[in-house]
């Protein structure tokens, strides 16, 4: 009989994700896993994961990793990806993470052009703190620091750090996608390997999006935060490649 | 620029820097000099966070790195600083200390000793601290802050101020030592082997536990081998001033006033600053029983000569801080009044 499901060689085997049910962490480390193994990158992947949920990305992903203090990882990505720029560098980081505390680390990564692949996971809560209000937290959402429902008199707007860094010239590929359906996730894992290409192939400074559920801090059930992604997120962060420098190219080529 | 220099020829290949004054002219040495090397590596950051979190990556991928900045921006850095401790990382950092707190100004000054000798950042660990007082030493302690930090995988401070910064002597780069340290600290890819994790996170408690005494073990034998000062004029002295840096190069020029006054007066300078040289400050209060600790702050070192003198000997204070550098002769002056004045001697504050 024909094996048709198993676990990429670049996840670690025995463990049980820390995740809560129904958490889009845990798609997101498999495709990032299943396009390191697909490219044949492990043995030259180094990745830096955040403070965050995801800090434990260490235990699942197995490539070498660093973690990087909260919002700093693009400045370590960018120390390691300088020294060594033959090896393929990510940073994976939450939303409080990237466009909050480390908006400056993100931006200025991005404008130098560094080549490196920065995974931005946007579930528009800080979660591992308990479901605080995030830049990215939707107008009218209630989090436990914005209960009567974000508002932009006091918190301003959910901020688009996608839509931002693509005014850059440094920024060569932003996509956003999610992983809240099969054919989104499907979407997803083409993104991610795009990405890496990209940075395999010299191209430069590329960011995939990635809208991700939170059922514990939305105080919803798992199906629901998957339609909720649908039916809100997607409004104010709609999916879609934003910028590809080399897409016109490629085309022209053909 | 000594700095950058003698980084350089200790095989720093990464340096990461935001422009600060009184530091800028290292900043600049190594935009125009990095490149000029095989594989170096120069990124002027968006901040003095950023540029620590550069220097933790570049550190971690296996090169030796370094940062600098002048006191504002060392506070920005201490987020890197603990982390880099926490996670067993070499690095050097300079800072170039000017008057504070706050924004203070950009005069010479001695306000970061705690911050230096006490982590500066959160949690428990410690930084090795070289307090130069000649363009010699800055590149001497330079260079073997590179080996210092290698050998027992924690950063290293250079601790100086902006008078050091701006000086010029004759000065001879001594050879630098091969690098000692191991591939298997270096981040680089797992290829076909077993994946790496540098990390600080230790969320069970009995494991941070275990991780801080590890660390605390490791300053301990720093404690014990690393220590270094110079003791200047010690003989016969009645009176031993305690001073690093800056301070301790006007003390020197103090002495030799008072001994044509008839005050025989030595320097006890430590070069070190952590570890202290605890043990080689409490011998000498075995023959000297009167101290005076000076320093470009109001009273930081003080505390460390207190604890190693336990009570044994008179210690005084003298202190300029704010970005006040007194000339020798008013030192001198300072030194004859308080010694002389047996109503206050030995009384702080």
């Not at chain 1, 590329?206 to 939305?218: A, F, G, K, V």
């Not at chain 2, 900043?27 to 220097?55: P, W």
């Not at chain 2, 003390?251 to 070069?271: C, M």
Request: charged content about 20%; overall charge positive.
């Amino acid at each position: 009989m024909k094996k048709v499901f198993s676990r990429p060689k670049s996840l670690k085997e025995n463990f049980i994700y820390h995740y809560c049910p129904g958490c889009g962490h845990s798609i997101a480390h498999r495709l990032v896993a299943e396009v390191i193994d697909e490219l044949g990158i492990r043995g030259i992947t180094i990745g830096v994961p955040p403070a965050g949920c995801a800090v434990l990305a260490y235990y699942y992903i197995d490539v070498d990793m660093i973690e990087a203090q909260h919002g700093r990882g693009p400045a370590l990505a960018t120390g390691i990806k300088r020294v060594l720029p033959d090896r393929i560098v990510f940073s994976y980081q939450g939303d409080g993470d990237l466009a909050a505390i480390g908006t400056a680390e993100s931006l200025h990564a991005a404008n130098r052009g560094e080549n490196i692949t920065v995974f931005f996971i946007n579930n528009a809560v800080y979660g591992m703190t308990g479901g605080q209000m995030a830049p990215t937290t939707i107008l009218g959402q209630k989090t436990t620091t914005s209960a009567p429902g974000r508002d932009i008199t006091l918190d301003g707007y959910p901020i688009k750090m996608s839509e931002i860094l693509c005014l850059l010239p440094g920024v060569k590929y932003v996509e956003r996608c999610a992983v809240n359906s099969p054919a989104n996730i499907v979407k997803t894992k083409k993104a991610i390997k795009k990405a890496f290409q990209y940075q395999i192939d010299g191209v430069g400074f590329s960011m995939i999006e990635i809208l991700s559920q939170c059922p514990t801090n939305w105080k919803m059930s798992s199906i629901d935060s998957c339609k909720w992604i649908d039916e809100v997120m997607v409004k104010e962060y709609p999916l879609g490649v934003l910028k590809d420098v080399t897409a016109p190219e490629k085309k022209k080529g053909k | 620029m000594l700095i950058g220099e003698a980084a350089i020829r200790a095989g720093c290949r990464f340096y990461a820097g935001y422009p600060i004054t009184p530091q800028n002219e290292l900043t600049e040495y190594m935009s125009e000099n990095m490149r000029k090397v095989k594989d170096g590596i120069f990124i002027q950051s968006e901040s003095e966070i950023a540029a620590i979190h550069m220097v933790t990556g570049a550190s971690a991928a296996g090169v030796r790195a370094m940062t600098s900045s002048s006191s504002p921006g060392i506070s920005l850095k201490q987020d890197g600083i603990s982390s880099l401790a926490a996670c067993e990382l070499p690095a050097v950092i300079v800072n170039m200390m000017r008057g504070g707190p706050g924004l203070g100004n950009i005069a010479p000054a001695q306000g970061d000793y705690f911050q230096a000798t006490r982590g500066g950042g959160h949690g428990d660990y410690r930084t090795i601290v070289l307090a130069p007082a000649s363009c010699q030493e800055l590149a001497d302690l330079t260079m073997d802050a590179f080996d210092l930090a290698d050998e027992y995988r924690n950063p290293a401070i250079i601790l100086a101020d902006g008078m050091m910064g701006q000086m010029m002597e004759p000065t001879v780069f001594k050879k630098a030592k091969p690098r000692n340290y191991s591939e298997s600290f270096m981040l680089r890819g797992a290829g076909k082997g077993k994946s790496k994790i540098i990390k600080g996170l230790v969320l069970p408690p009995l494991e941070m536990e275990e991780h801080n005494w590890k660390l605390a073990r490791k300053y301990q034998v720093i404690s014990d081998k690393e220590t270094r000062h110079e003791a200047f004029n010690l003989d016969n002295a009645e009176l031993v001033v305690v001073a690093y840096g800056t301070a301790a190069r006007i003390t020197k020029g103090a002495i030799k006033r008072l001994g044509e006054s008839g005050l025989r007066v030595g320097l006890f300078r430590p070069i070190t600053l952590w570890p202290f040289p605890v043990k080689a400050l409490r011998e000498l209060s075995h023959k000297v029983k009167n101290f005076l600790v000076f320093e470009m702050s109001t009273g930081q070192m003080l505390e460390d000569v207190r604890l190693a003198l336990q009570g044994y000997a008179n210690i005084d204070f003298h202190g300029r801080p704010g970005g006040v550098v007194p000339t020798p002769a008013e030192f001198a002056i300072a030194v004859e009044r308080e010694f002389r004045d047996k109503d206050t001697y030995g009384r702080q504050f």
